[in-house]
């Protein structure tokens, strides 16, 4: 049978149960067993596409279109696998897909409730995914605090499942903060004590207790939790800070976490098989290189909003021997006083990320300006992308050239709404999402960091490049090197006359692995190094092999 993990948190939100879920997959996985992952996020949002980054974090988006929370993107990159969209419910999509049953008449004239019908919803959603996909093992993550409202419809739907599988089938961990005071230097435990009462009254034990904390959990503590939370000590273990979040797995599996939850589930005893992950982390944690990246963009102030961009940033310096240090730069700064844009001259690389919006686009133009002008390394990606378009035809004499995103009623949009955009109204879920297939020239940048004619990227815009422009625009010197839609759509651009002067309409940071970096982040770091003096031999790149995705979206 199918085995289930569902992972809650208590105390507060972002302590790190995306990682300790992830790194429980993990865990399982190189005991040869099949596993995949899904999160729950309790608001009423139909999805994460509509959601401020600096409120939720990033939206990562999924191969088939998903606008999901961001910690699909950390399943994805500790297991190594896609992770399809209907593995982020939301209680918004669980309750449309019941009053749209309602208003069907499904339910014969029952009168719709929490319990059994939204608690239902939610299981058979659970049970379709190993049913469709034949996993061993499905790890559910419930988002938010034990405590809040909006949980309690999952949290109840956990319990019935554990009844209804059996206890052999279902596991319960929780994870909670053990803080410590700087006065006196003390481990508290009272907030996990009161966090697993809530639980408890709830209706669920945890079998397994994760403590987040800033160093290993001593005895005491320890033996308090087990006593008071009614778990044995051997339940009890320690998530503490680290310098990589890819050790986590490894500090969990050495204190025994593999093998106690393998006894419970009645897992094979497989040995785990260790040698690549560790050789990933060992990349990670010992460089013999730095390097120093800008990254030039307006929601900077919290590192969340960009995480599938750092985590691929890290994973190109690893894969090239280099410690990437990142500095944020809010480029609203660059508007206002265009003379800070020289700061950028001690950075040995320049990155200009996705986003939406007007606030700081100008500033982020400079940027690129002075990135191109000095030949410092660039990477821009989806609005980067477009405003290095945006930058270029300025550069080469079309005059107001802009976005019509910024200025609708520019003379001259270089970037433009894609045509199936147009009478759009509703803004979640329909912009161009998701993997397509994308061309590229042999001979070019991109060909060689790709190696192959024919790569799908995921993305997620809703404007392009202009057709009226591309002859004028390359006739000057740039180069469209990627084409997608029979050549309609521009998706890679570069400047050959410069080092590494390269950007992209979508978003490869989505596909970036440990062990198998992005090759536009790869050639990036690889140029970057290079502005060093430092010469990097080719790495790994990725195979990005054609896939078959399914768009529709329920609305």
């Known amino acids: 049978m199918t085995k289930y993990v569902f992972v809650t948190g208590g105390v507060m939100s972002g302590i790190g149960k995306g990682v300790i879920a992830a790194s429980i997959g993990k865990i399982i996985q190189v005991r040869g067993l099949k596993v995949t992952a899904v999160k729950i996020d309790p608001y009423l949002n139909y999805d994460a596409g509509t959601m401020n980054p600096y409120i939720h974090g990033e939206v990562f988006v999924t191969e088939d279109g998903g606008e999901t929370d961001m910690d699909v993107g950390t399943y994805e990159r500790f297991l190594d696998i896609n992770v399809p969209k209907n593995h982020n419910i939301t209680t918004g999509q669980v309750y449309f897909s019941v009053i749209e049953r309602e208003r069907k008449g499904d339910f014969l004239g029952k009168c719709v409730q929490i319990i059994p019908h939204i608690t239902d919803e939610i299981k058979d959603r659970l049970r379709r995914i190993p049913q469709d996909e034949g996993a061993d093992l499905v790890l559910v993550e419930i988002g938010g605090t034990v405590g809040d409202i909006e949980s309690l419809p999952y949290l109840e739907a956990a319990r019935q499942l554990r009844l209804e599988e059996g206890g052999e089938n279902v596991l319960n961990v929780h994870v909670t903060l053990v803080p410590v005071l700087d006065v006196v230097g003390e481990q508290k435990t009272k907030p996990t004590q009161h966090s697993v009462q809530e639980l408890r009254r709830i209706g669920v034990q945890p079998d397994i207790i994760v403590a987040r904390s800033k160093a290993p959990l001593r005895q005491e503590p320890r033996r308090k939790i087990a006593l008071f939370c009614n778990v044995e000590e051997s339940a009890v273990f320690t998530s503490q800070d680290m310098d990589s979040i890819y050790e986590s797995p490894l500090l969990l599996d050495q204190q025994g976490l593999g093998e106690f939850i ?47 961009v750092n985590e691929a940033l890290k994973d190109a310096g690893a894969s090239t021997g280099a410690k990437v240090n990142l500095e944020w730069i809010e480029t609203d700064d660059f508007e206002t006083r265009p003379e800070k844009v020289h ?95 994308i061309a590229i020239d042999q001979g070019t940048i991109a060909y060689s960091l790709y190696r192959n004619k024919n790569v799908w990227e995921r993305h997620r815009h809703r404007y392009e490049v202009n057709p009226k422009y ?54 990036f770091i690889q140029a970057a190094l290079g502005s060093k003096g430092i010469r990097v031999q080719t790495g790994p790149v990725i195979a990005n092999q054609t896939v078959q995705v399914n768009r529709s979206v329920k609305r």
């Open 262 to 308: 393998a006894q419970r589930l009645r897992l094979p005893e497989n040995p785990p098989q260790w040698g690549p992950w560790k050789k990933t982390v060992d990349d990670h944690l010992h460089p013999a290189k730095q390097v120093n990246i800008a990254i030039c963009g307006k929601y900077t102030e919290l590192a969340d909003c960009y995480v599938s």
């Open 343 to 437: 700061v950028l001259s001690k950075f040995d690389g320049v990155l200009v990320p996705g986003g939406f919006g007007s606030r700081g686009a100008e500033g982020k133009i400079l940027a690129i300006e002075y990135s191109r002008s000095h030949d410092i390394p660039f990477l821009g990606i989806c609005y980067g992308f477009q405003l290095a378009v945006v930058e270029y035809a300025r550069h080469i004499g079309i005059s107001n050239a802009a976005s019509s995103e910024l200025n609708p009623r520019s003379e001259h949009s270089v970037i433009d709404l894609m045509p199936e955009q147009n009478g759009v109204l509703e803004k979640g879920g329909t912009m161009r999402l998701g993997a397509h297939e």
């Open 470 to 523: 591309i002859q004028e625009i390359t006739s000057k010197g740039l180069k469209f090197s990627g084409k997608s839609d029979l050549n309609r759509r521009m998706e890679i651009l570069e400047v050959p006359s410069n080092r590494f002067h390269f950007a992209t309409q979508f978003h490869a940071e989505f596909k970036s692995r440990p062990a198998r970096p992005s090759p536009p982040y790869f050639g």
